[in-house]
């Protein structure tokens, strides 16, 4: 198995005159398959940030001495947080630390490099991950893929893809990290849903149905994405263009007894 870490120290790159820094590159040969983290603490001023990118055989990787979380996904949120993804996503990394209390590991990505469905981009070919130290490949240079299903391609890679994401300080992490490669080789990506509401004319009655239920599902989409991020809700009523009480209108203004008998 193999494995790469990136720590990058902002100020140190910018004053060297460099743009981009290369990822540490770390290969096990040994069963005992840890990285370690708390010699980084002595001089830390601050809560450390560390992203694992793992390269393996079998399957997906995870701590055995720290819990292993995988980030929410499959929300619907609103339509703004396309255009502020990356506040939004900042956000949501900060408050899950915040709820599980700075004391978990957590995946943020596991894919089967051997199959796309689709691709977001084209495959790495066999040179491209030797480069990175994937040893198992064999002499040819391949780039095929397999179905979700069936077998590998002719040319198939098989790599699994793992990314984990960790925030740290001395208080939280008192021991190194220690992995172990699984072989589970189950896909995962955080997966943000946007829905944009049909806007037209809508004259039958599905339509009418359709748009009468809208807002208790914007209000559904505020409240996942506060439930995300700890935004307040109300601020984020009002960057979806409503006022900070949400949408009016919609099943949720009902009163109880409207809802029973349908009046």
């Not at 450390?48 to 929300?75: C, D």
């Not at 989409?221 to 009002?238: F, H, N, Q, R």
Request: hydrophobic residues 35%.
């Amino acid at each position: 198995m193999h494995f790469f870490v990136a720590k990058v120290n902002l100020e140190a790159k910018a004053k060297a005159g460099f743009n981009f820094l290369r990822p540490l590159q770390v290969a096990y040969v040994s069963p005992k398959f840890m990285l370690p983290i708390r010699l980084g603490m002595v001089n830390a001023d601050g809560p450390q940030e560390l992203f694992v990118l793992a390269l393996t055989e079998s399957g997906r990787i995870e701590t055995t001495n720290y819990r292993t979380t995988k980030l929410p996904t499959g929300m619907d949120v609103p339509l703004y947080a396309k255009d502020t993804f990356g506040d939004f996503y900042r956000a949501m990394f900060d408050h899950q630390v915040k709820e599980k209390k700075m004391s978990t590991i957590f995946e943020e990505y596991a894919w089967d490099m051997g199959w796309c469905d689709p691709c977001a981009a084209e495959p790495l070919t066999n040179d491209e991950l030797k480069g990175l130290g994937v040893f198992w490949l064999d002499g040819a240079d391949g780039g095929g893929r397999r179905n979700r299903s069936g077998p590998p391609a002719s040319g198939a890679q098989n790599v699994f893809v793992t990314r984990l994401h960790v925030r740290y300080d001395r208080a939280h992490f008192p021991e190194d990290l220690v992995f172990q490669e699984t072989g589970d080789r189950t896909n995962f990506q955080g997966r943000y849903v946007l829905r944009h509401p049909w806007t037209g004319e809508a004259k039958c009655d599905a339509g009418k149905q359709y748009q009468a239920g809208l807002p208790a599902r914007h209000r559904q989409e505020a409240k996942a994405l506060a439930d995300l991020t700890g935004w307040d809700v109300s601020d984020i009523y009002k960057k979806m263009g409503f006022g900070a009480d949400g949408p009016k209108g919609g099943e949720d203004d009902k009163a109880w007894y409207q809802k029973i008998f349908g009046s």
